[in-house]
């Protein structure tokens, strides 16, 4: 069964935050929140966005030739992959914080994947470079996509959460937080079926951070 994505709708202004919703439930197809945190100085501030996909067959894109386009490189051009312990504080510290909000919620903790986190590294760092913030890069490619040019081929259900934010003493706890208020984002972080995960950071120049994490079923 092929699903297409729904188109996003925004909602009024709540406060000091600016929130879009999209969901579908998890089990099938979720598209969920895109929310946006700004204070009234304007600083700090916070977005994030929320998929998760079924492994579907879908027409075939020219991957590897649209990653080569990207500031990131190929995947045969990455470095070795990064073990629990090559994780920076920002990654480790939000991937610690969703353990945790796993087992306080009667969850296992997820396992660390190392090719999991190249693949969020890459997507932050593209992000960055490239000046855009979504789970599809300027090429049209998703998740399932950039998953499968680094070789992961075989998945029941594999979901990503991205977050965006600036002027956060712990950008990795904040992230995990706001994630944690969010329906869709909270449905990726709970899902009793997930078994492994990671985090990839990137710091850009004038110190914003974006956060890919990336979770799967296999």
């Known amino acids: 069964m092929k699903i297409s994505n729904p188109p996003r ?12 919703l999209v969901f579908i439930a998890i089990t099938v197809l979720a598209t969920a929140p895109s929310s946006f945190a700004q204070t009234a100085q304007g600083q700090p501030v916070a977005r994030l966005i929320s998929s998760s996909v079924v492994n579907t067959v879908s027409r075939p894109k020219r991957v590897a030739d ?21 994780a920076s504080t920002i990654e480790r510290t939000a991937f610690d914080k969703t353990n945790e909000a796993r087992v ?11 090719l999991l986190c190249r693949m969020a590294r890459m997507h932050s760092e ?21 998953g499968r040019a680094l ?9 990503e959460n991205i977050a965006y934010n600036k002027g956060f003493a712990d950008p990795g706890a904040f992230a995990v937080e706001r994630w944690m ?15 492994a995960s990671a985090i990839g950071s990137y710091v850009a120049a004038d110190g914003s951070v974006y956060l890919t994490q990336v979770f799967i079923t296999r």
């Open 66 to 86: 649209s990653l080569a386009l990207t500031s990131v490189g190929t995947a045969a051009a990455a470095p070795s992959l990064p073990a629990i312990g090559d």
């Open 151 to 159: 070789g992961i081929l075989h998945f029941r259900v594999l979901a």
């Open 104 to 114: 306080q919620n009667g969850l296992q903790p997820l396992a660390w994947d190392p």
């Open 9 to 20: 709708h925004s909602c009024p202004r709540l406060g000091p935050f600016f929130i879009t």
């Open 126 to 146: 593209d992000m960055a470079q490239r000046g855009y913030f979504a789970h599809e890069t300027p090429e049209g490619l998703e998740p399932k996509d950039r």
């Open 181 to 195: 208020t969010s329906g869709g984002h909270r449905a990726n972080i709970l899902y009793i079926g997930f078994q």
